[in-house]
């Protein structure tokens, strides 16, 4: 029973952690992985909130990340792709500059 607190919070500290490396410092890191695409389950038990954001790719330094960097609350299961500049080229997808306006 003493493992249950952990193992729920344990996600959210994985992020936590996850988020606040330094990736985006070096040349490298900024050249594999200078967008990231918002992946969401979509099943009936999505969010209507989250849906919307369902393979959105913004800058890996965007300012959407610090709020909406998985996991997204209480049984989030969504996750986040790495994107190079030339498979965002590739695959024809937008890069975001604007904040999502039906949620933040």
């Not at 490396?21 to 992946?39: G, K, M, N, R, T």
């Not at 999505?46 to 890996?60: C, D, G, M, N, T």
């Not at 959407?64 to 996750?79: K, L």
């Not at 965002?88 to 933040?104: I, S, Y």
């Amino acid at each position: 029973m003493a493992r249950l607190p952990h193992r729920k919070h344990l996600p959210y500290e994985y992020a936590d952690r996850l988020h606040g490396w330094p990736l985006q410092e070096d040349a490298a890191s900024q050249e594999v992985a200078a967008y990231w695409q918002h992946i969401e389950v979509l099943n009936k038990r999505v969010r209507p909130s989250y849906a919307i954001l369902h393979e959105k790719v913004y800058p890996a330094d965007h300012e959407f990340w610090n709020r909406n960097y998985p996991p997204n609350g209480f049984r989030c299961r969504c996750t986040v792709r790495t994107l190079s500049e030339p498979q965002v080229k590739n695959q024809g997808l937008t890069v975001e500059t604007e904040m999502p306006k039906d949620r933040v």
